[in-house]
């Protein structure tokens, strides 16, 4: 990291006699300890500091930089997807890297869609719908939207937490399984679909229906994924289409 610090926020004590840069936040009366910890780890995380001045509306922005920077699937003409967009990181990336503005001369110029239950702020460059993917016919309303399919469908779509280890774990692998059932809907043959999963024990089949799928399937945690959390990304590129989807299976790269 380009500043030094540790992902996560946390500095390595710089020993005796030096102060601990590390910003502490007291405790106050009606604030509880999960919110007064989350308000230090952001306040010492490096990459919320860099998504302000960086102008990104979160830090969750620097995933998908470092997963495309990787595996380079947000190229200039690029149409994409966004589901589970809110607060609009990941479509800012997206902007840029597929020359959604046309700012990049000579270059094809790409499409970003990006949904949410929530409303979303507008960002310029992006077409931004309030929509469930979930919902009835949302996979044909999108495909109405952007006027054919998709190369990219990326998620970083998380199931309000329930407190519950396990629970999460299922309603997040019931999640991208939706995700991953809509992708197949609405990509492109040769196509990408990009999501977070949470690493756990019940997604051997997810797993094992991507590589039936796609040509090659990574699995991989960006560094700006903090360290103490179970997420990790599917990148998954190389759609065989609808008709297709059979043998022989994908690489693994994991
Ligand atoms: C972690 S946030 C996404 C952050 C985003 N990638 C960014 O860079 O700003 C997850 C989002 O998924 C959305 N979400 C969860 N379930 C959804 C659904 N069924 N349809 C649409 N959006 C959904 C939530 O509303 C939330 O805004």
Known sequence: MSDGKKPGGERKSSG???RDLRVRVKSAKGRRLSSTLWLERQLNDPYVARAKREGYRGRAAFKILELDDKYRFLVPGARVVDLGCAPGGWCQVAVGRVNALGEKSGKKVGRVLGVDLQEIDPIAGAELHQLDFLSEGADDQVKAWLGGRADVVMSDMAA???GHKGTDH???VALIEAALDFAFDVLEPGGTFVAKVLA???ESEMQAMLKRNF???ANVKPPASRSDSSEKFVVAQGFRGRDDA???E?????
């Open 215 to 217: 040509r090659k399937v």
């Open 170 to 172: 299922l309603r997040i």
């Open 160 to 162: 309000a937490s329930s």
């Open 246 to 248: 059979a043998e022989p």
């Open 250 to 254: 994908a690489e693994d790269d994991i």
């Open 16 to 18: 005796r006699g030096q």
């Open 200 to 202: 756990g024990g019940a």
